[in-house]
């Protein structure tokens, strides 16, 4: 463990540091949670809606029971849709993503631009503690992303997907 900075700024650009890499996290496990319910959203629906029309068909041929069956399998996939709410979560994870990103883009230009021109110690307290409140408040209201949703994440993050070429990380890639 490093010693804490002696300027109270550094330890306050610090901690800004650490919510933005909390936020990158955040935001790309939350991405690949929305890109997975969205993928389940359509392994439900497309299904159920091919059956559907095949059950029709299928009724019209006089085949009541294979009718029957894939109705049955409608009803099933149509179900676990309506309990499920994969397009909904999909979305909530998305808008969760996007905010943790809004919040890290905020800190970084802060902490980069903002703290530098204009800004005493007191003043960029309040502002570390505003970021703070707004991190603290999005992840009391997301939805959890799974672990295999993190660990995505983390490889991602760890192969460069979050950096931006200005920092000397590359072209920045999207999984």
Known sequence: MSEPPTDPLDAIRKELKRLEEDCIFSSKAHFNASRRWSHYHYWLGVPAVVLSAAAGTAFFKD?????????????????????????????????????????????????????????????????????????????????????????KARKGIEQGEALHEVDGGGPHVRS
């Not at 408040?137 to 672990?147: C, V």
């Open 63 to 151: 085949l009541p029971d294979l009718a029957g069956a894939m109705a049955s399998t409608v009803a099933v996939l149509t179900a676990l849709s309506t309990f499920l709410k994969p397009s909904d979560r999909s979305a909530a994870h998305k808008t969760s993503g996007d905010q943790y990103l809004t919040l890290r883009n905020d800190s970084r230009v802060f902490r980069e631009i903002g703290m530098s021109m204009a800004c005493d110690t007191q003043a960029a307290l309040e502002q570390m503690d505003g970021f703070s409140k707004r991190r603290n408040e999005l992840n009391q209201g997301a939805y959890q992303f799974s672990r295999g949703d993190f660990e």
